[in-house]
């Protein structure tokens, strides 16, 4: 039996030891001879989105990414759409995706900078050409937070290479003198999704006027996710509250979820279970789980135990609160298990709980009878989680009358 911290050294891809008919770890590798050829100096064609990094801030890594195929290019920066994808799909269709790069301040207003947050915005890939200061180098990265990238390139330059077609409901809020989070939330009701939001306030194009500036991408993902969820919340706390006790839940990428809804007022709490064997539990021994909780009156501190992970499901519950027209007490559980081998970014958390909120909803009358189904979808027995939880442990004068 193979333990599941060595399972990739004793499987390299070739034993299926995961149980996935792709080994994701290889399919990035196999890719690398596919694009391989179309690495050059230059690069003409779409460009679907920008990336800013957070090293070194506030001199940070800015450029487009662009697609090195034409497969996917309509949702190769749509994580909304990406739902049920393979996992060796995922990445290989991310490590497609070319990241150029050159140093700028967070407070640049050179004429790059306006171009990228023209890219930001655009409602299709607009065309752009780039030159480069060497070929691009074949690195992949992935992330707890962002998507999956592929080759990187210094960037010496680039236009664009057409007029940038830009949603007039964007343009206005946009060209409105609004804080951020404001912005963030108009964009949202104007039904842009919070991916696009993250991308366009990454951008810096975001903010009262004279103090808009680039936000590295890890940081604008938790940001709008934590804003847009924060509006929601303050809705939600003017609904009545669910009356049974209501289990949704979710799986996929060998990431499972189960969201408990409780009667009361708004309260949330999340636990994360990573057994060994992923990508951040490698050495350990024994399934680690973390939680963090959240009170009526939210949090004053930023959830340091799950970081982009918190925030993610906390808007997904929070979206699926709102359409219900109710409030609740949620606890929600989710198990990383071994086939997670390599990190996706925290879309696949927003995704999973936005997909257990569209499945068919189990009610109890007690909360002893919805923890015992919560029991049989869990791999962890649930006592381990009522030891941390601060809600669990709750004892209410309602549910003594059931």
């Not at 057409?162 to 003198?177: L, T, Y």
């Not at 006027?209 to 303050?234: C, F």
């Amino acid at each position: 039996m193979v333990s599941p911290a060595r399972m990739c050294l004793v499987c390299k891809g070739s034993r299926r030891l995961c149980g996935l008919s792709i080994c994701p770890v290889m399919s990035r590798f196999s890719l690398k001879s596919k694009i391989g050829p179309s690495l050059k100096e230059s690069f003409f064609g779409q460009t679907t989105s920008v990336f800013i990094g957070h090293y070194n801030y506030p001199n940070v890594f800015v450029g487009p990414l662009a697609p090195l195929t034409s497969e996917n290019i309509s949702v190769i920066d749509d994580p909304s759409k990406w739902f049920g994808t393979s996992y060796s799909s995922l990445v290989e269709m991310r490590s497609s995706l070319l990241r150029s790069k050159e140093v700028s301040s967070v407070y640049s207003r050179a004429r790059t900078i306006y171009d990228m947050q023209e890219i930001a915005m655009a409602s299709r890939p607009p065309d752009v050409e780039m030159r480069f200061k060497g070929k691009p180098v074949y690195r992949v990265s992935f992330s707890d937070v962002t998507q999956p990238m592929g080759p990187t390139a210094k960037l010496l330059s680039f236009s664009l290479g057409q007029n940038v077609r830009v949603p007039a409901r964007v343009e206005k809020v946009v060209s409105d003198d609004l804080k951020a989070r404001d912005a963030s939330f108009q964009l949202y009701l104007a039904g842009q999704d919070v991916y696009k939001i993250s991308t366009i306030l990454s951008s810096g194009a975001l903010g009262v006027r004279e103090n808009r500036k680039l936000v590295p991408t890890r940081w604008s993902i938790t940001a709008s996710q934590t804003t847009i969820a924060d509006m929601l919340i303050g809705d939600v706390k003017k609904l009545r509250s669910v009356n049974d006790f209501t289990v949704f839940s979710s799986a996929y990428l060998d990431n499972h979820f189960v969201v408990l809804l409780m009667p009361g007022n708004w309260e949330f709490e999340n636990f994360e279970a990573w057994a060994p064997g992923t990508p951040w539990s490698m050495n350990a021994k024994r399934t680690e789980v973390l939680g963090e909780y959240e009170p009526h009156g939210g949090r004053t501190s930023y959830a340091e135990l799950q970081g982009g992970g918190f925030y993610a499901s906390r808007l997904g519950v929070a979206e699926g609160l709102l359409k219900m027209r109710r409030q609740a007490r949620v606890v929600v559980f989710r198990e990383v298990h071994e086939g997670y081998v390599v990190p996706l970014g925290v879309w696949q958390v927003l995704e999973n709980v936005r997909n257990a909120f569209r499945q068919r909803a189990e009610k109890f009358d007690t909360k002893e009878g919805a923890l015992r189904h919560v029991d049989s979808l869990l791999r962890l027995p649930i006592s381990d989680y009522v030891r941390q939880s601060v809600l669990l442990k709750q004892k209410r004068l309602e549910e003594f009358m059931k």
